[in-house]
């Protein structure tokens, strides 16, 4: 019994890096299949929102929900694009910049907002992300937050998509790498521990503001990483990229691939983002898509996408279950 | 003399509307443990009901506004029952319950009205002339209007039975429930009544402004400022709270530019936020 458990659990350990190995050599030789342009750029969006949205995933694993994390992709993007623009900087200067700008918002807020707990941190955070793009509006001569920032210099001078492709590809395994040893490592566990009660967690010596602040910093990192990018690739940014919904955008990208899991944010940014552009035909209507794709993942997998495996075995069991009873009888 | 008048008009029409929706935002959260981002679109898709029925179908426009309010309460009924009731207490899936509605609310209106900006008429044409003073005698009604619907909304919770029931439900769930109140039929109440109030700042405000597909956005924002910064579960923390931010969205334009002025509104609010986390009047709550 116990040797059947423990072969079970050296099969898991080989499975789940041969998942990963798998998906990314079938995306390295996805342009060799694919030459349509427009599939290849939705492919690079898809990139872009997975490194946003598992990095939102990571905040939330110490029990903070902030409401503001694509204020913070604003932040990065426009810190980005700005010098790029008009002081003629280089893309891989700035984009770093960007990044740590908001890294640097993010401590400066964490602070003060690690008083606050649960719904009130939701709130303000909230808050914060809406004041963030006021401060674009004000700073209009800059930013064109009204009508929107183009002529952004390319990261690349190519003008096919594959090299872009390949360079997105390699920036989301290095950062996903790097998200995942964090939420794997010791610092993990302690903000898993806090999510689940911070008194017992600062009752064995667990500076909690610090490590709340100290997450923070990581997904504000990888966020303004995202943005800087987003902005040198697209070329054109606009506040609608950065409002509230688009928060609540990111979010429902990880619940309905499922928060409770590391894969959850990666599986939900490639089903919403790409399920609803085999529909394109459809103009207008397109929004239904996602909205009936988030309805039933909402109605059926209380788990998310990630959970339906399991629903499935279950639903299986379960049926399995009620043959033997009826043969039985 | 003449701005100072139509200043104040101004906080009191943004004031009362502001509340109006505010207050049914509050139910759902306080009774339900729902934030319904969707209220703005609720808000956003009553005005143009009220649109349909009066400029394309060329209704009375006061029957327009009773029945795009009846229509609402009906939808808010509906949501009660599917869309709230199978997620009670889990936060998570009733926020992607609610951009779902969003979604589907926003994209009905464009692919049936348009996504151009329309406008409803005045609800009563004319300006009120006395001396050097004139108002509009429509933002006047609209003031009225929001005054007595908040009156007797006040009235209601305070002093009748089911208004009773709801601030038992927002104390104490299990309790109000061990007392032998009906929680579902309490929130079935709750969210028709915010439903409809929405729907007729929604029509009012129509009539006032523009509307929009994408207008919900500002008013669930002003709703959830108003619901934060009053404190969950106080009404009165709603109505002074609505009376700060009216105020401040009617005078500060007047000094400096739009963005600066909400950039400071939202400063504000952080700043409060940060030393009083239950707001003005809240109660502590984990």
Known sequence: MVEKRLSKRNRKKLIQPGIYAGVIIVLSLFPLWIKSPYWTHIFILTFIYIIATVSLRTITISGQFPLAHAAFMGIGGYVAAIPSKWFGWSPWLTIPLGAITAMGIGILIGYPFARLRAMYYAMVSLFFGIGVLQVFFVFQRWTNAYHGLTGIPPLLSVTSKVPYYYFFLGLTVVCLSILYRFEFCRIGMTLKAIEQSHLVASSVGINEPRYRVLVLAVGCFFVGLSGGAYAHYVRALSYTSFDLLATLWLFMYVLIGGIGSFAGPIVGTALLVIVPEFLRGMKEFVPYISAAILLIVVFVMPEGLVGLPQLVESWMKKHREKRAVHHAS | ?286
């Open chain 2, 1 to 286: 003399m003449q701005l100072t008048l139509i200043t104040i008009i101004n906080v009191l029409v943004l004031s009362s509307m502001y509340i109006l929706v505010a207050l049914g935002f509050a139910f759902l959260f306080s009774i339900m443990g729902i934030l319904n981002f969707a209220h703005g679109a609720i808000y956003m898709v009553s005005g143009y009901i009220c649109y349909q029925l009066a400029v394309e179908w060329a209704l009375n426009q006061w029957l327009s506004l009773f029945l795009s309010v009846i229509l609402v309460g009906a939808f808010g009924l509906f949501l009660e029952k599917y869309c709230f009731r199978p997620f009670f207490g889990n936060l998570n899936r009733t926020i992607v319950v609610c951009i779902a509605i969003i979604i589907i609310l926003e994209t009905t209106v464009n692919v049936t009205v348009g996504t151009l900006v329309r406008s409803l008429p005045a609800f009563v044409p004319g300006i009120l002339r006395t001396g050097f003073i004139s108002v509009s005698a429509e933002k006047l009604v609209t003031v009225m209007i929001g005054g007595s619907l908040l009156a007797a909304m006040v009235w209601f919770i305070r002093r009748t039975k089911l208004g009773q029931q709801m601030q038992a439900i927002s104390q104490d769930v299990e309790g109000a429930a061990l007392q032998g109140i009906s929680v579902h039929r309490i929130s079935a109440l709750a969210c028709v009544l915010a439903c409809g109030l929405a729907a007729v700042a929604g029509c009012l405000m129509g009539a006032i402004f523009n509307l929009s597909p994408f207008m919900g956005g500002h008013m669930l924002l002003k709703a959830l400022e108003l619901v934060i910064l009053g404190g969950i579960g106080s009404v009165g923390g709603i109505f002074f709270a609505g009376f700060v931010i009216g105020t401040l969205d009617a005078t500060l334009p007047l000094f400096i530019g739009g963005a600066a002025c909400e950039a400071i509104g939202i400063g504000v609010i952080i700043m409060v936020l940060l030393f009083r986390p239950q707001g003005f009047f809240g109660r502590e709550a984990g």
